[in-house]
């Protein structure tokens, strides 16, 4: 008897999927270090163009175009790894199937694994547009800065994750991926003000629920807190401060700190790996039900022919005579459908396996003799009356050829 395999407790499983997940991600180029690589590019041009931004009234305009474009695009390129996820969800999809894992050790693992290759991402190309554009200095600004961007980086790919799982072409699910990264970038509060987005749809609901509304307002507070812009107007210098530009100018929320938008943001990415979770548990409990409604048909008809099988051989011999005879007295089938069907069982005279399945005989001494009788072919003789009244010499000619039998091959002139 082979003994029952035993599996990894939860934790080994979620450890050996994390491990394995990372070192995929680490030797596949176009997972990660693609990205990385332009990430870098862009964030070496951020820098550049806006170029250690001063505290004028023209600066306002730069620093809130250097947050929306990091907030928006940067995390928008983040769909390049749908390709990687959709290759994910078959392996999962695959070893599922066998039993090797389930669906909780592989969302922990895909999420862990990940989430070095995005901090590495906020970090590096997020440190070089922040200094390079001379946004406010102090390292606790710098890393609320660099932890929303990461947070918002998990957000779409946790977005891309759940089209992955429901769509899993590669074309349909980027295209389904970026339609609804760029309702939420609309959405979002900064190429259009929030007072002034429509009420239907755009304000109520994807205006709370797009994830860029709080990493635009989280991003406005690092920034514009404590920040006072001045300007000559008329010969007279103008002194703004920063509230009263995100108050008037961004209409940003300031009923709540800039911590609050950045626990929203990760309330919205537990939500977003909550729901994959969902979608690939309700595809394990489908796929597994199907397997098992199938399993369970397969076994019916083992049983089937198991019972056939147990009736003695004699008995399926004369039922096949009776039948033949029935058959060929009729000059229609041999075997009628009723001989398919099976029988009650008789009683078990001795133990007969699925792999004995009796075969039907006639025996020696029936006197039930087969009615078909066997077929010969024989070649008839060449017409030597004909030959000699229409070709007296012997010669070939069209007359001779067409004098030929049907199952006699003509003969053709030597050339």
């Known amino acids: 008897m082979l003994e029952k ?14 491990r394995r ?25 951020l820098g550049t163009i806006y170029y250690n931004v001063d505290l004028s009234y023209r600066s306002i305009e730069e620093r809130g175009l250097m947050v929306a474009f990091v907030v928006s695009f940067m995390t928008f390129m983040t769909v390049g790894g749908f ?74 790919e946790s977005l891309m994750t759940n089209v992955a799982a429901i769509v899993p072409n590669f074309l349909m699910g980027i295209v389904v991926g970026a339609g609804i990264q760029g309702l939420m970038i609309l959405s979002g509060g900064f190429f259009q003000i929030p007072n002034e987005l429509p009420k239907i749809i755009w304000k109520y609901p994807l205006y709370y629920i797009s994830f860029h509304r709080y990493a635009y307002q989280g991003m406005f507070k690092n920034e514009f807190e404590g920040l006072f812009f001045t300007d000559n107007v008329n010969g007279i210098n103008v002194t703004m401060s920063g509230e009263d530009v995100l108050r008037e100018k961004w209409q940003v929320e300031m009923g709540y700190s800039k911590w609050v938008d950045l626990a929203i943001l990760v309330v919205i990415l537990i939500l977003h790996r909550m729901v994959f979770f969902l979608i690939v548990k309700t595809n394990e409990i489908f796929v597994h039900a199907r397997k098992t409604s199938t399993s369970v048909s397969l076994y019916l008809e083992i049983i089937e022919f198991s019972l056939y099988s147990l009736i003695p051989s004699q008995t399926h011999t004369e039922m096949a005579l009776t039948a033949a005879t029935a058959g060929g007295n009729r000059g229609g089938s041999a075997l009628p459908n009723s001989c398919l069907q099976a029988p009650k069982p008789a009683p078990l005279q001795k133990p007969i396996f699925f792999s004995s399945f009796p075969k039907i005989t006639i025996p020696s001494n029936s006197k039930i003799k087969p009615r078909i009788k066997p077929i010969s072919a024989v070649q008839s003789p060449p017409s030597t009356t004909a030959k000699t009244a229409q070709n007296p010499e012997g010669k070939w000619s069209l007359e001779s050829w067409k004098s030929k039998p049907a199952s006699q091959l003509p003969e053709y002139p030597d050339t």
């Open 21 to 45: 997940s990372s070192l995929n991600m680490f030797r596949d180029l176009g997972y990660y270090w693609m990205r990385f690589v332009s990430y870098v590019i862009l964030a070496l041009g």
């Open 83 to 156: 390709p990687s996820f959709v290759e994910d969800m078959k392996v999962f999809q695959r070893e599922n199937l066998n039993g090797h894992y389930g669906s909780s050790a592989f969302v922990i693992g895909n999420t862990v694994s990940s989430m070095p290759y995005l901090l590495l991402i906020s970090l590096v190309p997020g440190s070089i547009a922040y200094f390079l554009t001379g946004f406010q200095p102090g390292f606790e600004r710098f890393i609320y800065f660099a932890l929303v961007l990461f947070i918002s980086m998990m957000i779409v």
């Open 5 to 18: 395999r035993s599996h990894a407790n939860f934790f080994t499983q979620s450890l050996v999927l994390t």
